[in-house]
C-alpha cells in the first residue's frame, strides 16, 4: 500500500525545512584552529596582543587571558556567542579609528568568517601540529595507474616513504622521475653518506650488476667506512657550536678536540639517537660516568667564554647559560627558545617564565668563565694511567669498610684526580688589603695582604688543595672565620717548592657559613707576593687518608696530561638558585623558579624534574612530541637539500608547515619504536627508497608545477656543503688523507687572514700528511673560520646554526679556481692523468671522469680542449709562468698519486704541457656537476 499523499508532502517539507535551517545557520565546522585561526591571529593580531605586547590587557597567546575581561571592560573572546565578541565588533567595525587591527589592511571577509564560526564553535583551542602526540599513520595505498600517466604509480617504490610520496604526487598531477643511472646514483648515495666520492670500483661493481641486493651492499659498505662518522660529525658541530678557540675579542686557543673525535666515534658506532642525546645533555650524571661520557658534555662547553682582562665572570657565565638553554631547545626540539629570555614568546605559547625553569637546569654547572675552563676531565696515560690503576687497587684493598664505602671512595677519589672539583676561584674573593686580582685569572696577594671568602661553608672538609702560581721561598698563608683575627681555620708554611703545583693542606671543619679571611705575611727580610689560581675544599673519604696523599699529589702534578672542558653539577653548598631575569637583564632578579619544561608540554614530562639528568631523558622520551619530528626532518634535509618541515630550526607555528605531514610522522614513529633510535637505520631507509633513488632532471612540467621539489617529484640536485666541496676535490686529486682524530690541523689558507689580536697565536700551516686532512679536522677559529669553507656557507660556530642556507656568489668560483687546496688538486690530477696517455683528448676524459664519474659530452670535451690550448698557448710563450703554476713543488702527494713531481727545470714542452693541464683540471673542480650532486 502506497504512501498517502498527505503524509508524503510533510516528509518533503521536513526535508526541505531541515536542509534549509541547516544552510541559513552559521556553520561553526570545518575551522582547524592549527591551520587557519592560530595563523590568522599571528599574522593579524599577536603583534599586538601576544607575549611581548598585551595591549588593552589582551592576549591571543593563551586560552585564558583571550576569553577574559581586558582593560576596556569588554571579553575579546567570548565563546559560543560571536555577537558578543569584542574582537568580532572590532574587526569589522566601520570607523579606521576603532577597527583592528589598527595598522595594515582590515581582514578580508574569508578571515573574518573564519573567526565568526571559531568562536560560534566554541573557540576550541587546537594544538600546534608538532605538539600533537606522534601516532603511527596508516600508509596510503599506491594509486591506480591510468593509460596517460608517465610511470606505473602501482608498481613504483620500495619502501614506506615511497607510497607517501606518490600518493601526493598523483593528486598534484604529477609523476615521479625513473631512478638515476648507475655511476650517478652511487655518486649521491656516497656523497651523503660518507662525504667522500665513491671509490671507484664500487661503482664499476654495482653497475656492472645493479640489483636491490646489490644497491643495499654498497649501502652497507658506505655505513660501515670511517668516513660516515667524519662525514656526520661535520653537521652536528654546526649545532654543537664546535670551535678550536674560545669566541670574543681575544679569541684564545680552546683544546677541546677529544670531543669531536668522541663525535665521530659515536657516529661510527651508530650510537643510538636517545644514548647520544644523554650522553652529550647529561653525561656527568650518569652512574659511575666514564671518560667518554664525561667527553660527550663537552657538547655544552662549546659555549663562548670571554677571558679578558676586566670582564664580569658571572655576566659571561650567565651568558654560557643562556646559550646553552637556546642550544638545547633549537636542536632537539625545534623551539627558538631564545625569543623568550626577555618576554613570553611572540607566537608559541611558552611564557617567559618557562625560559627560566629551562635555565634552571643548567644553572648548577661548574664552569665559571675561567680562562683554564675548569672544569676539565684529565686523560691519564702511559706511567700516569699505571699509577691511577695502583690508586683504585689500593682503595680496594683498604680494610675495615663495606662495598658501598668502598665504591664511594673509589669515585670521590677518581673524580678528584680527573677533574678536580669543585673549584673555588678567584673572583669568589673580596679584595681588603695588598690584594688584587690577577687578569681575572689569579688571586694575588702581596706582603700584608688580606682578602674574604664570604659566606662560605666549610662543612665536613678537612683539606684544602691548592694551586699555587708564584710563592715567596718563606711566609704564612693564614685563614681565619668571622674576622681577620678570628678563630684559626688553617695555617700554611709557604715554600718556592709550592710553585706551580696542587698542594694539599688540612683545614679545620666548620659546621656554619662564615666569612672566610685569607692573611699572607711573608718571612722575616723577604717580599715576594703569592698567587694562587683555584683552590677545592675536600672532604676525605675515608680515616688514614694521608697515606694515599703523595700519590694523589704526584698524579695532579703531572705536566703534559691532555684533558677537554667537560660539564659537572655543583652539588650541597655549590648549587645555585635560579630567579627570572625581569625582561631578560641578569642583574634584576623576579620570582625563584625550579628545573621545568613549559607548561604546554607539561603532559609529556610524567615525573617532577630536577637536573639535566631528568632533562635529556623528556627530550628523548616517547612522550615527548617533538624531538623525533625534529630529528629525522634534521637528517631528510641533509639528504634532499630541504626538509619536510622547511624551518629545520622552527617547529613553532611561525615555521613552515610540514609537506608531507603524514610522512614526517611516520618517519619519526619508525626512528623511535622500530629502528630504535638508530640512525644509521634511518639513513638506509630513507637512501633505499625510489623517492631518493630518482633522477634529478627536471622537466617543464616539473619545473612549473614544483619548482622547488617540494612534492619530491625528482631526486635532488643541492650544492655540496663547504666541506665535501673540499673533501671531495682532495679525494678525487688523490690528495686526500685517511688519518683520522687528533688534534685540529692547519692547512694552507691565504696570507694575513689569521690577524689576532691580544694574543700571539699564529697560523702554520701543516706539513706531510696534515696538510691535505678532511674539512673537519681543521683549526676553526670563531673571528676567522678557515676562509674557502666561509665563502661555502659555513657559519662562524659563535653560536648553534640549526640550518645552513645556501648562496651562490662569484666569490666561491674565485675559490674553486685559486684556492691554494684547489690548485694543488689540479696540480695532482693534471699529473696523475698525463701519465696515462700520450693523447691530450684522453688525459681530459681521464681527469673528468675521476672527478664526475661520466665521460664528458662531445660538447664538454671540444670546450675543454680548447682551454687545453689557449692556456698551452700562453705558457709556451711564458715558461715561468708555467713554473709558477707548478709550485709549489716540494709537497708531499699520497695514495694514487705518485710521488715524483715536476722538478724546477722541467723541459720547457713539458712544463707548459703539465700547466695546460692544470688549467684544465682546475675548470673541471670548479664545474656545477662538480660541486653539486644531482
Not at 574587526?91 to 589592511?105: L, N
Not at 669568589?428 to 674574604?452: C, I, Q, R, W
Not at 696523599?549 to 672542558?565: A, E, W, Y
Not at 630536577?610 to 631528510?636: C, E, G, H, K, Y
Request: hydrophobic share 35%; proline share 7%; with cysteine.
Amino acid at each position: 500500500m502506497g504512501i498517502s499523499r498527505r503524509l508524503l508532502y510533510f516528509v518533503i517539507l521536513c526535508i526541505v525545512g531541515i536542509i534549509a535551517l541547516y544552510v541559513l545557520m552559521p556553520s561553526s565546522s570545518g575551522v582547524d584552529y592549527s591551520s587557519e585561526v592560530k595563523p590568522l591571529l599571528n599574522k593579524k593580531c599577536i603583534a599586538c596582543h601576544g607575549g611581548v605586547k598585551k595591549s588593552g590587557g589582551i592576549s591571543f597567546l593563551f586560552r585564558d587571558e583571550m576569553i577574559t575581561e581586558g582593560e576596556s571592560g569588554h571579553i575579546a573572546v567570548v565563546p559560543g556567542k560571536p555577537g558578543k565578541s569584542e574582537v568580532i565588533r572590532r574587526i569589522t567595525h566601520q570607523d579606521p579609528e576603532v577597527r583592528m587591527p589598527p595598522d595594515g589592511d582590515p581582514l578580508t571577509p574569508e578571515e573574518i568568517d573564519i573567526l565568526t564560526r571559531w568562536i560560534e564553535g566554541g573557540a576550541q583551542w587546537g594544538e600546534h601540529w608538532a605538539y600533537e602526540s606522534i601516532e603511527k599513520p596508516e600508509l596510503p595505498p599506491y594509486p591506480v595507474s591510468a593509460g596517460n600517466t608517465e610511470s606505473n604509480t602501482d608498481q613504483w617504490g620500495h619502501n614506506g616513504i615511497d607510497q607517501f610520496v606518490i600518493s601526493r604526487l598523483v593528486q598534484e598531477g604529477l609523476y615521479p622521475n625513473e631512478s638515476a643511472d648507475c655511476a650517478s646514483l652511487i655518486r649521491r648515495l656516497s656523497l651523503d653518506l660518507i662525504g667522500l666520492p665513491p671509490a671507484p670500483d664500487l661503482v664499476d661493481q654495482y653497475c656492472a650488476n645493479p640489483g636491490e641486493e646489490q644497491y643495499q651492499a654498497v649501502i652497507d659498505t658506505l655505513l660501515n667506512d670511517p668516513a660516515f662518522g667524519e662525514h656526520w660529525a661535520s653537521h652536528w658541530l654546526d649545532l654543537a657550536r664546535y670551535a678550536d678557540t674560545k669566541g670574543f675579542e681575544r679569541d684564545a686557543h680552546r683544546e677541546i678536540w677529544h670531543y669531536r673525535d668522541w663525535l665521530i666515534r659515536a657516529f661510527n658506532q651508530d650510537m643510538h639517537y636517545d644514548q647520544f642525546t644523554v650522553e652529550q645533555l647529561a653525561g656527568d650524571l650518569l652512574p659511575n660516568p666514564t671518560a667518554d661520557q664525561y667527553t660527550a658534555t663537552a657538547f655544552h662547553r662549546n659555549s663562548m667564554s670571554n677571558d679578558e682582562g676586566g670582564t664580569d665572570n658571572e655576566e659571561y657565565r650567565v651568558q654560557a647559560i643562556i646559550d646553552r638553554v637556546n642550544t638545547t631547545w633549537g636542536v632537539w626540539l625545534g623551539t627558538t627558545m631564545n625569543c623568550v629570555q626577555c618576554h613570553s614568546h611572540p607566537y608559541d605559547p611558552i611564557r617567559h617564565e618557562d625560559f627560566y625553569t629551562s635555565y634552571a637546569f643548567f644553572n648548577n654547572s661548574r664552569d665559571e668563565d675561567t680562562h683554564h675552563d675548569s672544569p676539565r676531565f684529565r686523560y691519564y696515560q702511559g706511567p700516569d694511567s699505571l699509577q691511577l690503576d695502583s690508586i683504585r687497587n689500593f682503595i680496594r684493598e683498604l680494610p675495615g669498610i663495606d662495598e658501598a664505602q668502598r665504591e664511594r671512595t673509589e669515585a670521590s677519589i677518581v673524580q678528584l684526580l680527573h677533574t678536580t672539583e669543585p673549584k673555588v676561584h678567584p673572583h669568589y674573593f673580596e679584595f681588603l688589603e695588598n690584594s688584587a686580582h690577577g687578569d681575572t685569572k689569579t688571586l694575588v696577594m702581596y706582603p700584608e695582604g688580606l682578602v674574604k671568602l664570604p659566606n662560605f661553608l666549610i662543612g665536613q672538609d678537612s683539606l684544602l688543595l691548592i694551586s699555587f702560581g708564584g710563592v715567596p721561598d718563606g711566609g704564612t698563608l693564614t685563614i681565619r672565620r668571622d674576622k681577620r683575627d678570628g678563630p684559626l681555620v688553617s695555617e700554611i708554611a709557604l715554600s718556592k717548592e709550592y710553585r706551580g703545583r696542587q698542594v694539599f693542606f688540612p683545614v679545620k671543619p666548620q659546621p656554619h657559613a662564615a666569612d672566610l679571611y685569607f692573611s699572607y705575611t711573608p718571612a722575616p727580610d723577604q717580599g715576594g707576593n703569592l698567587s694562587i689560581g683555584w683552590m677545592v675544599f675536600y672532604q676525605p673519604p675515608y680515616d688514614n687518608f694521608s697515606d694515599l696523599q703523595p700519590s694523589l699529589t704526584d698524579i695532579l702534578n703531572t705536566r703534559g696530561v691532555k684533558s677537554v672542558p667537560v660539564m659537572m653539577e655543583g652539588e650541597g653548598k655549590y648549587q645555585r638558585t635560579t630567579r627570572v631575569f625581569e625582561r631578560g637583564n641578569w642583574l634584576v632578579h623576579g620570582d625563584t623558579v625550579q628545573p621545568d619544561v613549559p607548561g604546554v608540554f607539561a603532559e609529556s614530562a610524567d615525573e617532577p624534574m630536577q637536573d639535566r639528568l631528568d632533562l635529556a631523558q623528556w627530550i628523548v622520551s616517547p612522550q615527548n612530541p617533538l624531538t623525533a619530528r625534529v630529528t629525522v626532518n634534521r637528517f631528510w634535509e641533509q639528504l634532499f637539500g630541504r626538509g619536510i618541515v622547511e624551518t629545520s630550526e622552527d617547529f613553532g607555528s611561525q615555521g613552515s608547515v610540514p609537506s608531507h605531514p603524514k610522512l614526517l610522522d611516520y618517519l619519526a614513529y619508525e626512528f623511535m619504536h622500530t629502528q630504535q633510535w638508530s640512525v644509521k637505520a634511518l639513513l638506509r631507509q630513507i637512501a633505499s627508497s625510489a623517492t631518493y633513488r630518482q633522477a634529478s632532471d627536471v622537466s617543464s612540467s616539473k619545473l612549473e608545477k614544483d619548482p622547488y621539489n617540494i612534492l619530491l617529484s625528482r631526486g635532488p640536485r643541492v650544492r655540496l656543503s663547504a666541506e665535501q666541496v673540499r673533501d671531495q676535490t682532495l679525494a678525487v686529486s688523490g690528495l686526500l688523507s685517511k688519518k683520522m682524530y687528533g688534534p685540529p690541523v692547519m692547512p694552507p689558507q691565504p696570507d694575513g687572514i689569521w690577524s689576532v689580536v691580544y694574543n700571539g697565536a699564529q697560523w702554520v700551516p701543516s706539513t706531510g700528511e696534515d696538510r691535505y686532512r678532511r674539512a673537519v679536522y681543521t683549526y676553526w677559529r670563531r673571528t676567522s673560520p678557515y676562509p674557502s669553507m666561509v665563502s661555502f656557507d659555513a657559519p662562524s660556530r659563535e653560536f648553534c646554526v640549526v640550518r645552513r642556507i645556501r648562496t651562490n656568489t662569484p666569490l666561491q668560483a674565485l675559490v674553486a679556481l685559486n684556492d691554494p687546496v684547489f690548485l694543488e688538486a689540479a696540480q695532482a690530477m693534471a699529473r696523475s692523468g698525463s701519465q696515462t696517455s700520450d693523447s691530450v683528448d684522453e688525459n681530459i676524459q681521464t681527469i673528468f671522469q675521476k672527478a664526475i664519474f661520466r665521460v664528458p659530452t662531445g660538447s664538454e670535451l671540444q670546450q675543454l680542449e680548447q682551454v687545453y690550448e689557449d692556456a698551452l698557448a700562453d705558457y709556451q710563450d711564458d715558461q715561468q709562468a708555467a713554473r709558477d703554476l707548478l709550485t709549489p713543488q716540494d709537497q708531499l702527494l699520497f695514495n694514487s698519486v705518485p710521488q715524483e713531481t715536476p722538478p724546477p727545470d722541467c723541459a720547457e714542452k713539458d712544463c707548459a704541457e703539465l700547466a695546460a693541464m692544470t688549467v684544465v683540471a682546475n675548470v673541471i673542480l670548479n664545474l656545477d656537476a662538480f660541486i653539486t650532486k644531482e
